[in-house]
């Protein structure tokens, strides 16, 4: 499968590059890099003279390997895979996205940025992520997306935010803004070492990992104060506070020795998804760290999921 060599260096990235960052550098740049007749479409506004991190990339395959004069594919309707970086909720882009690696495969892939929590705290970051998915479902016609096929893939942060985007698709009380006509929903969770329940991080952390509970930890630095002070508003942050029977497939992949989000946060998603009857595939890296992995399986499981859950039946 060409899509497995293609995303295999995404997961060999070094530790110290995804700790904070958690995404791989930058994406190329029109025609640089990217499959030939790729329509790439960028800084796109998802919310009308909004915040200037409110926009996204969208990156269109082109059937005949040729760009469209009018800067759109013509194919039929395209299975989507959604991007959101990580960077501790404090930094990243939506440059370099592994996803795109996915355009071979006749996806189109979208790459969003969000507001951090320097600019405002949570529930921004969610809302966001939301309006953005509203956005591109309301432009689905136009840039021959399919709206019943979009899938969500994130790394750390990013795994956190495209959690809630998977498990909050019923909850009315993050939908701001525009395009509330269309939902938010995603047909698909890829989420990579997300935290899921930021009040359980330091009772699971390693020796010399991370501590979660500090006033100026991310998750305190995201809600607006430290985490045990604030439990309630904390409360709301979490993924696993909403899973309900009708959530997405997820796929989760985890190392065990992530030095900052805790293996143990992805194995409680794990066990809520569960509980509610949702279809999981929970992956762990041996020795995996956060985002440091070797492991060849997991390309091939974030291959096999996103065909399995966005691609029509054959």
Known sequence: MNVIRLIRSFFAIPLAALLLMSAPGQAPAPGQGLPPGTVALRDLAYVTEGHPRQKLDLYLPSPTGQAAP????????????????????????????????FLNEGY?????????????????????CKAAIRWLRAQAAKYNLDPNRFGVWGSSAGGHLVALLGTTGDVKEFERGENLQFSSRVQAVCDFFGPTDFLQMDAHRLPDGMIHNETRSPEALLIGGPIQENKEKTARANPISYVTPDDP????VHGDADPAVPHHQSQLLDAA??????P??????KGGKHGNFSDEKVPVLVAEFFARTLKPAR
Request: glycine fraction near 12%.
């Open 273 to 278: 998804l569960r509980r509610a009857g949702v």
């Open 249 to 252: 497939p997820f796929l989760i």
């Open 70 to 101: 009018n800067g759109q594919a013509k194919a039929g309707k395209l299975p989507l895979i959604v991007w959101i970086h990580g960077g501790g909720w404090q930094q990243g882009s939506k440059d370099g996205s592994p996803a795109l690696r």
């Open 108 to 128: 189109a892939v979208a790459s969003v940025n969000y507001r951090l929590s320097q600019h405002a705290i949570f529930p921004a970051q969610i809302e966001d």
């Open 280 to 285: 999981v595939t929970f992956y762990t890296v």
